[in-house]
């Protein structure tokens, strides 16, 4: 009974294979078969890892992996904030030099701390400023420099190469900004210069009275026409354009857009953004739809949105591709924008946005009494000139009737006094001379 037991041991120590499952098949890793005749003895048994072939691991690599090892407070997460953002109300960096200290704040760095907190499970990390691009700030999760970056870093193609992200909490979107100061034009100084500008207003006032309907359809197909026309007009005239310094949106205008290199111009500042925009040192801005909000936000009486809205970019939190924690920040990220919280703190950031150029335009746009004054001084004097006609006309004419009348009876007075005996009468009738006043004597006299 122990020969064909110690037989099948044998056979099964021979034929005992080291084997690896991949998708592709089975590896050969290691065997132990070195045996001594039919049923000998093994010869040489070792158990040495040095004898076993190459392991490769899920995806390909040879490297063994580590595995991931979730944040503690003596480790805790390394995350990037990007130092060149143009918006400080997304990232806002201050440095204390007298204190030795880094303030991060905005509107990222507060819903990532409301995000973390709605986690299952205790997340510290340290947020650590980078001065670089946003392009290099992405690559640094590849080179295992940051465990997660936070921050307006748009979600692009070429940046998947290198990490992943989550849902994007903002709106995707490139906008066309451009300025709509009016030109107030030269004073009018002459009177008649004036009065010529009131009949111009008058008859616009007619014309826009009996051609309403047209005029509406007109403008309503010219409010439509910019989202065709405003980029290929931009082209046309070899316009300058500005846009932020974020790589991506450069590259979008060159290969999509297909705008000159040359005619483009980076800005690091909305301030700077705004002074050349309104100077006409550029004729439009591409902004990113967050940036484009709070742009206009700031700046509501000078710029405004034309054009179509591009779908591109949108922010999100980038971390390393496989990362357990992206799941995880991604639901809660979700969390936040189903029950209304991310769409409360956007509104608070817009409206903490007081527009810095309140009654710039009220000279333009505001009408009063007085925009009108030349308008109703015509008006009085036509009107005041009418009336001196229509009296002095109606005054004529009674006059008139007054004399034709008086004349009519003066005639019939004499033809009734040439009849009488009363020679003496008669003889003074016919001395009299026929005018008006000498008729009228000769009545009284009578």
């Given at each position: 009974?122990?020969?064909?037991?110690?037989?099948?041991?044998?056979?099964a120590?021979?034929?005992?294979?080291?084997?690896?499952?991949?998708?592709?098949?089975?590896?050969?890793?290691?065997?132990?078969?070195?045996?001594?005749?039919?049923?000998?003895?093994?010869v040489?048994?070792?158990?040495?890892?040095?004898?076993?072939?190459?392991v490769?691991?899920?995806?390909?690599?040879?490297?063994t992996?580590?595995?991931?090892?979730?944040?503690?407070?003596?480790?805790?997460?390394?995350?990037?904030?990007?130092?060149?953002?143009?918006?400080?109300?997304?990232?806002?960096?201050?440095?204390?030099?007298?204190?030795?200290?880094?303030?991060?704040?905005?509107?990222?760095i507060e819903?990532?701390?409301?995000?973390?907190?709605?986690?299952?499970?205790?997340?510290?990390?340290?947020?650590?400023?980078?001065?670089?691009?946003?392009?290099?700030?992405?690559?640094?999760?590849?080179?295992?420099?940051?465990?997660?970056?936070?921050?307006?870093?748009?979600?692009?193609?070429?940046?998947?190469?290198?990490?992943e992200?989550?849902q994007?909490?903002?709106?995707?979107?490139?906008?066309?900004?451009f300025?709509?100061v009016?030109?107030?034009?030269?004073?009018?100084?002459?009177?008649?210069?004036?009065?010529?500008?009131?009949?111009?207003?008058?008859?616009?006032?007619?014309?826009?009275?009996?051609?309403t309907?047209?005029?509406?359809?007109?403008?309503?197909?010219?409010?439509?026409?910019?989202?065709?026309?405003?980029?290929?007009?931009l082209q046309?005239?070899?316009?300058?354009?500005?846009?932020?310094?974020?790589?991506?949106?450069?590259?979008?205008?060159?290969?999509?857009?297909?705008?000159?290199?040359?005619?483009?111009?980076?800005?690091?500042?909305?301030e700077?953004?705004?002074?050349d925009?309104?100077?006409?040192?550029v004729?439009a801005?591409?902004?990113?739809?967050?940036?484009?909000?709070?742009?206009?936000?700031?700046?509501?009486?000078?710029?405004?949105?034309?054009?179509p809205?591009?779908?591109?970019?949108?922010?999100?939190?980038?971390f390393?591709k496989g990362s357990?924690?992206?799941?995880?920040?991604?639901?809660?990220?979700?969390?936040?924008?189903?029950?209304?919280?991310?769409?409360?703190?956007?509104?608070?950031?817009?409206?903490?946005?007081?527009?810095?150029?309140?009654?710039?335009?009220?000279?333009?746009?505001?009408?009063?009494?007085?925009?009108?004054?030349?308008?109703?001084?015509?008006?009085?004097?036509?009107?005041?000139?009418?009336?001196?006609?229509?009296?002095?006309?109606?005054?004529?004419?009674?006059?008139?009737?007054?004399?034709?009348?008086?004349?009519?009876?003066?005639?019939?007075?004499?033809?009734?006094?040439?009849?009488?005996?009363?020679?003496?009468?008669?003889?003074?009738?016919?001395k009299?001379p026929?005018?008006?006043?000498?008729?009228?004597?000769?009545?009284?006299?009578?």
């Open positions: 009974m122990d020969t064909p037991f110690s037989l099948f041991s044998l056979l120590l021979v034929l005992m294979l080291l084997l690896e499952t991949a998708a592709a098949g089975s590896v050969d890793i290691g065997a132990d078969h070195q045996v001594k005749g039919i049923i000998g003895a093994i040489d048994h070792s158990l040495s890892m040095k004898d076993l072939g190459q490769f691991w899920p995806g390909g690599s040879s490297n992996p580590r595995g991931w090892n979730l944040p503690t407070n003596s480790k805790p997460l390394r995350v990037g904030v990007p130092t060149s953002s143009i918006f400080k109300t997304y990232v806002d960096i201050q440095y204390d030099q007298l204190k030795n200290e880094t303030s991060i704040s905005g509107l990222a819903l990532f701390n409301k995000t973390v907190r709605l986690l299952l499970f205790p997340l510290p990390y340290d947020l650590i400023p980078f001065n670089g691009t946003y392009d290099e700030l992405v690559m640094q999760i590849d080179l295992k420099n940051f465990d997660a970056i936070v921050g307006d870093v748009a979600i692009i193609s070429s940046r998947y190469k290198y990490a992200f989550t994007p909490f903002t709106e995707a979107g490139l906008f066309v900004c300025s709509f009016l030109n107030k034009g030269e004073r009018l100084h002459s009177n008649l210069s004036r009065m010529t500008m009131a009949v111009w207003l008058f008859v616009a006032l007619v014309l826009t009275q009996i051609y309907a047209n005029l509406a359809s007109v403008l309503t197909t010219q409010a439509l026409e910019p989202t065709v026309s405003v980029i290929e007009s046309k005239s070899n316009a300058v354009v500005g846009h932020t310094q974020a790589s991506f949106v450069k590259r979008y205008l060159v290969n999509v857009l297909h705008f000159n290199p040359r005619n483009m111009k980076h800005y690091t500042s909305p700077a953004l705004a002074d925009l309104r100077n006409g040192a004729a801005i591409f902004l990113e739809s967050p940036g484009a909000k709070l742009f206009l936000a700031r700046y509501c009486n000078t710029f405004t949105m034309a054009g809205t591009y779908k591109v970019g949108g922010y999100g939190f980038v390393p357990p924690l992206l799941h995880s920040v991604t639901e809660a990220l979700l969390n936040l924008s189903e029950t209304g919280k991310l769409r409360e703190l956007e509104n608070s950031m817009i409206a903490a946005q007081n527009c810095t150029e309140v009654g710039i335009r009220e000279d333009i746009n505001s009408l009063s009494p007085d925009s009108f004054w030349a308008l109703f001084s015509l008006t009085g004097c036509i009107s005041t000139l009418a009336l001196i006609v229509y009296v002095g006309h109606s005054k004529w004419e009674s006059n008139h009737s007054i004399f034709a009348n008086w004349i009519l009876m003066m005639s019939v007075i004499r033809s009734w006094a040439n009849t009488q005996p009363n020679k003496l009468f008669s003889k003074n009738v016919r009299v026929e005018t008006p006043a000498n008729t009228l004597q000769l009545w009284t006299h009578v």
